[in-house]
């Protein structure tokens, strides 16, 4: 038996940048929610700047990047909106998203837009959860049925304490329902 | 601009197997919530017989594959307790919890006991809220400050269209706030 802890460090999670106005904001807790609606929920503490911002605005944009960008993705996180502009601080080339008023980062592989739908308190965090209403990709880092091409996207997984790796494309393997 | 689809496969994510009274269903929905207190989430659809053994019961496990078990987690996934009793029909070894009605998977690498504390629907599923009151881990897997280690941990990842993965632990970068 362990101490409860770090409880959260024990498996690693991709990570979802969010986007609100002019800020980015990396956050390891994230989820779909629903596949019909499509959902996807976001914790985001209210001790955070982007959380100010989510409580105004209607939407808001999630990036997902690659290992490659891991040094971008500790500086997002190292920092708050509230003191810098993390956009030109850090030189990050990115695009208003199309429907919500957050940005869509150049270097992402693949980014949603979503509607703010429901923001709800559990413990010290809130779950935020939005309305995909836009999904940027590729068309190239696609195969079958929207799944994407696990040799071209190596993406970033945080594994707790600043550690960041990715996925072994040749350990991939397929067990076909029946 | 694709289509919204299936939105949830454009990054992988780590399996959680849950474990309600003898039955285990895998959930490749789910996320860290809080960290004081601790509260993890899993998302669960209605139609579901873990489902109706949540709405029963005051918790469950949470139980942590490694890869070599991904074939485990296929049948776990492509079968319903509703059929046939899983453990038995795949010879899985597990134990009773030790303060929740659910089982604790021999081959999981850690394991988690929660306190159901909140079921709330969002869409087509539902989301469990559950505070963790027990962690199960091995000694010898864990570093500093509760991480893991990365060279013998490689989790099962999920990446859509029944295809699991893992992480290359020869990518493990570390970016050291300031």
Redesign the interface.
Known sequence: ??????????????VAVIGVGQNLMPAA?????????????V?VSPKRYTFELLKKEKGFTVN?LM?DQ??CI??LG?TSGRDIDKLEQFNIAANRAQKVNGMIMQSSY?A?ECEKS?M?E????F?V?GR??????P?EL?R?????D?KRV??A?Y???????????D????????
Chains 1, 2 share one sequence.
Request: a negative charge; glycine letters at 4%.
């Open positions: 038996m362990q101490k409860i802890g770090k409880f959260y460090y024990l498996f690693p999670q991709t807790w994230h989820t779909p929610i629903s596949a019909d609606p499509p959902l996807h929920g914790l997902f290992h891991a040094q500790a500086k190292s693949a949603y429901d709800h559990y413990g010290d965090h779950l959860v995909i209403i836009s999904i940027h990709i068309d696609l079958e049925e929207q799944t994407v696990e190596l993406p997984l594994f707790g304490k600043d550690r960041y790796l990715t996925t072994d494309p350990s991939l393997t397929i067990f076909p329902k029946k």
